[in-house]
Nanobody, 119 residues
Framework: QVQLVESGGGLVQPGGSLRLSCAISGSIFSISRRAWYRQAPGKQRELVAAISNSGNTNYADSVKGRFTISRDNAKNTVYLQMDSLKQGDTAVYYC?????????????WGQGTQVTVSS
């Protein structure tokens, strides 16, 4: 089992920055990928950024050059640094972990943290 707890959301003006954190506990060794997703009202949940165990990253086109995903293995934490925020970034942001147990994939989600970009 894996547990994820997000923090760092809030209200920010357009052009501002926020950093989200996701503390991960449990069967850390089973995780192969960590990611951030978001879901805006009336829209489907979408991938924002992901980072593999080897450190490879990928981003949604809409956030490339503005968001950065990183991790601190010593703290078992993954971060999402969000710069140059736009109103369109307003959403609930979810931390996600893809883990494998006996070769079978399992998805784990945090509870979500609200990010609101508004003047």
């Amino acid at each position: 089992q894996v547990q994820l707890v997000e923090s760092g959301g809030g209200l920010v003006q357009p052009g501002g920055s926020l950093r989200l954190s996701c503390a991960i506990s449990g069967s850390i060794f089973s995780i192969s990928r960590r990611a951030w997703y978001r879901q805006a009202p009336g829209k489907q949940r979408e991938l924002v950024a992901a980072i593999s165990n080897s450190g490879n990253t990928n981003y949604a086109d809409s956030v490339k050059g503005r968001f950065t995903i990183s991790r601190d293995n010593a703290k078992n934490t993954v971060y999402l640094q969000m710069d140059s925020l736009k109103q369109g970034d307003t959403a609930v942001y979810y931390c996600h972990a893809l883990a494998f147990f006996r070769g079978q994939p399992s998805d784990y989600w945090g509870q979500g943290t609200q990010v609101t970009v508004s003047s």
